[in-house]
């Protein structure tokens, strides 16, 4: 088993920054790639972004792109999402997620093998 720890959520105005921060344990943390999901009351849960395994290549949302940033640290097991410009519509429970390298990575939720608990983000206007 993975084990996945959000942390770094809380309220933000809108237009300011939050850092979100993933901790990994239990697995190589190396041999996964990595993303973020969220999800707001009341809705599905949505892909945000992802950073693979070995390459380190990130893919977005359309509705981050440009403003939200993932990036990893294997040597310390972290993946990280910076969220500038933040707009009320990014409130939502942001999760952490890990699939195993030799998955097909899509923005399907179902593609991830382990899931964090969640941390809030609420941006209010």
């Known amino acids: 088993q993975m084990q996945l720890v959000e942390s770094g959520g809380g309220l933000a105005q809108a237009g300011g920054s939050l850092r979100l921060s993933c901790a990994a344990s239990?697995?190589?943390?190396?041999?996964?790639?990595m993303a973020w999901f969220r999800q707001a009351p009341g809705k599905e849960r949505e892909f945000v972004g992802v950073?693979?395994?070995?390459?380190?290549?990130?893919d977005y949302a359309d509705s981050v792109k440009g403003r939200f940033t993932i990036s990893r640290d294997n040597a310390k097991n972290i993946v990280d999402l910076q969220m500038n410009s933040l707009k009320p519509e990014d409130t939502a429970v942001y999760y952490c997620?890990?699939?195993?390298?030799?998955?097909?990575?899509?923005?399907?939720?179902?593609?991830?093998?382990?899931w964090g608990q969640g941390t809030q983000v609420t941006v209010s206007s």
């Open positions: 997620a890990a699939a195993i390298w030799s998955r097909i990575i899509t923005r399907n939720s179902g593609t991830y093998d382990y």
């Open positions: 239990g697995r190589t943390f190396g041999n996964y790639h």
């Open positions: 950073i693979r395994q070995s390459t380190g290549t990130t």
